[in-house]
């Protein structure tokens, strides 16, 4: 039985998430490896509903657009859904891992959150994510079976934000980028692209903050290149996209079921051209063999496609691979014949906010490759802002 009025994913603070820079707890789901995909548009096997989804007009248009593309939507009596646990850990994984519920936000989830260094406020559409990222820390925080929950009292969600706007801890860090205004991350539990083409949850948050007159910011990161959707909506500037990239070396041997790095960045450059403000997520660094040169690559690819772009505002955030006793353990039951690095022996080990241990590169890695990063942007992305390191 799995409560869908739960929040998936914990919200204690631990061990960061690559695609966002956030701090979550991990959590123990050892020997449930999920399935390689192959990177394409997701379609779950199940799809169900709550009775509250029904109320909420988001609700009934998740769902007309979910039939329109031949889904048959299930109408559960309660939150409570059973025919998730499987046989073993492995088959309950894979049922929930191809699942999507629409329900309504747990109330936790309406209370929003900080999410530095990423941004002011963390708004959640969705929990949970149909890709397979052999370093995801998201993957080690979960509650339950990861059946993917999408939000259908959106628009509560999007007119509660009006709260928020001008709150919030101003840091040395964020009082450098004052000119973004309060701004709201809305892909810390999951990857919008991943699941936009069944809900148009981003769509229309891109164009509650294009409405809104203010100086607010709405942000998400994505390891999907599908935007078309995007381009032409009335974004007013208000929403910064990041595609989140890395060398071809991890994105080929990590990242299943995302898009190929190439379609990401003609992504980058659609948005861009349509006069998005973008940025590059680039995580979880690791210094692969011939880091400098694959990264090199990256960042020339990245060069090309933004050449020529009208009033480019481009951004980047740059996130070092970390992991802590516990999201190892998880991964490495997931992913048994992974090539993700996790060795304690090589790495520091430091202490979060919260007493948690995460093994980090040591001071001389760190430092050389944060050397290069920075350089490497100014010479080869001269319009890129660095946002932060971590
Ligand atoms: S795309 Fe999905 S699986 Fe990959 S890091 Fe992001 S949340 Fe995790």
């Known amino acids: 039985m799995t409560d ?10 631990g061990a960061p998430h690559s695609a966002s820079g956030e701090e979550v707890w991990t959590h123990d789901l050892s020997g449930v490896a999920p399935p390689a995909r192959p990177a394409r548009r997701w379609t779950p096997k199940r799809v169900v509903a709550t009775p509250p989804a029904y109320d909420h007009p988001h609700g009934l248009r998740i769902m007309a657009r979910l039939e329109a593309l031949g889904l048959e939507v299930e109408r559960l ?60 820390y998201l993957a080690g925080s979960l509650s339950g079976p990861p059946v993917t929950r999408v939000y259908a009292d959106l628009d509560d969600i999007l007119d509660g934000l009006a709260d928020y706007v001008g709150q919030g801890r ?10 973004e205004g309060t701004t709201f991350e809305a892909s810390c539990y999951t990857d919008p692209l991943a699941l936009d083409h069944l809900t148009g949850s981003w769509q229309r948050a ?8 203010a100086p607010v910011q709405l942000r998400w990161t994505t390891k999907f290149g599908d935007v078309d959707a995007f381009a032409g909506l009335a974004h007013h500037g208000r929403t910064r996209v990041r595609l989140s990239v890395n060398c071809l070396p991890v994105t080929t041997r990590m990242e299943g079921g995302t898009s190929p790095l190439a379609e990401r960045i003609a992504a980058l450059r659609t948005l861009a051209l349509d006069g998005y403000a973008v940025g ?6 690791m210094p692969v063999d011939g880091w400098r040169e694959h990264y090199g690559e990256l960042l020339d690819a990245v060069a090309a496609a933004v050449d020529g772009v009208p009033g480019l505002d481009l951004t980047a955030e740059l996130i070092t691979h970390r992991f802590t006793p516990g999201s190892k353990e998880v991964l490495l039951g997931w992913y048994p014949r992974t090539r993700l690095e996790m060795d304690e022996e090589t ?14 590169y040591p001071p001389d ?3 050389s490759l944060r050397g290069w990063f920075s350089s490497e942007i100014a010479a080869r992305l001269p319009a890129c802002r660095i946002l932060y390191w971590t």
């Not at 869908?4 to 603070?13: G, R, T």
């Not at 790495?347 to 980090?360: D, E, P, Q, T």
């Open 280 to 285: 590059l997520t680039i995580a979880p660094i």
């Open 170 to 179: 101003v840091t040395s860090r964020r009082a450098a980028r004052r000119d």
């Open 4 to 13: 869908l009025n739960v929040p998936l994913a914990l919200d204690e603070i």
């Open 365 to 367: 890695v760190m430092a």
């Open 77 to 136: 009596k309660t939150a409570r859904l059973t025919g998730v646990r499987g046989e073993n850990d492995r088959q309950t994984y894979a049922r929930a891992k191809s699942t999507l519920a629409v329900v309504v936000s747990p109330p936790s989830r309406r209370k929003l959150q900080p999410i530095a260094p990423s941004a002011d406020w963390r708004v959640d559409l969705a929990e949970g994510c149909p890709a397979h990222c052999q370093y995801c």
């Open 347 to 360: 790495r520091s080990r430091k202490r979060g906010k919260f007493g948690a241990v995460k093994y980090v």
């Open 206 to 213: 891109v164009e509650h903050f294009g409405a809104w007159d």
